[in-house]
T-cell receptor, first 114, second 112 residues
Framework: DVKVTQSSRYLVKRTGEKVFLECVQD?????MFWYRQDPGLGLRLIYF???????EKGDIPEGYSVSREKKERFSLILESASTNQTSMYLC?????????????FGSGTRLTVV | GENVEQHPSTLSVQEGDSAVIKCTYS??????FPWYKQELGKRPQLIID?????GEKKDQRIAVTLNKTAKHFSLHITETQPEDSAVYFC???????????FGQGTELSVKP
């Protein structure tokens, strides 16, 4: 089974802090994605990566950055956390573009910014 | 930009009834349409998907239909059971495995 592991299940941070959310997958997937999930808004794409050191903006990249130094790890960075970034953050991976299978999601990180 | 609209936002049915969730997409280049089920407190799980060269796909009690001309696709669940209660998300992508644009989600409640 593919596993996508997010480092924290729950996180509480203060406004202005720099926050790192880590995601690791163990099945050599090419593609990795970061979404945030808010009630009534579904899953909105923040950033994604189709290769090591490659990143592309999704629909809501403002206030976020990402890092993919190794194939298995995709980090989401909140440069200066704000209360409107309180949300559930979901990481996902997929084998490759055009490849078989869909996304495998991590368990999510519920971030609260106070 | 690319957009996926999903309706209804909530759906309540009696056990044994059918449930239908509908989605429309804006990107005419989309050709892969998965559906995910998210139970309370758990991660989304892929339940069925369809490619644009297929009009309908079935897997036991669930089926998905696609109308590419209308840019519309639907999830059908027959003989619903309480364990079908969850939030369901539709999504669209240009390529399987590529970035997915998700709908807003439908909270399905199946009453015993």
């Amino acid at each position: 089974d593919v596993k996508v592991t997010q480092s924290s299940r729950y996180l509480v941070k203060r406004t202005g802090e720099k926050v790192f959310l880590e995601c690791v997958q163990d099945m050599d997937h090419e593609n990795m994605f970061w979404y945030r999930q808010d009630p009534g808004l579904g899953l909105r794409l923040i950033y994604f990566s189709y290769d090591v050191k490659m990143k592309e903006k999704g629909d809501i990249p403002e206030g976020y950055s990402v890092s993919r130094e190794k194939k298995e790890r995709f980090s989401l960075i909140l440069e200066s956390a704000s209360t409107n970034q309180t949300s559930m953050y979901l990481c996902a991976s997929s084998l490759a573009t055009g490849g078989g299978g869909g996304y495998t999601f991590g368990s999510g990180t519920r971030l609260t910014v106070v | 930009g690319e957009n996926v609209e999903q309706h209804p936002s909530t759906l309540s049915v009696q056990e044994g009834d059918s449930a239908v969730i509908k989605c429309t997409y804006s990107d005419s280049a989309s050709n892969y349409f998965p559906w995910y089920k998210q139970e309370l407190g758990k991660r989304p799980q892929l339940i069925i998907d369809i490619r644009s060269n297929v009009g309908e796909k079935k897997d036991q009690r669930i089926a998905v239909t696609l109308n590419k001309t209308a840019k519309h696709f639907s999830l059908h669940i027959t003989e619903t059971q309480p364990e079908d209660s969850a939030v369901y998300f539709c999504a669209a992508s240009r390529n399987q495995g590529g970035k997915l644009i998700f709908g807003q989600g439908t909270e399905l409640s199946v009453k015993p």
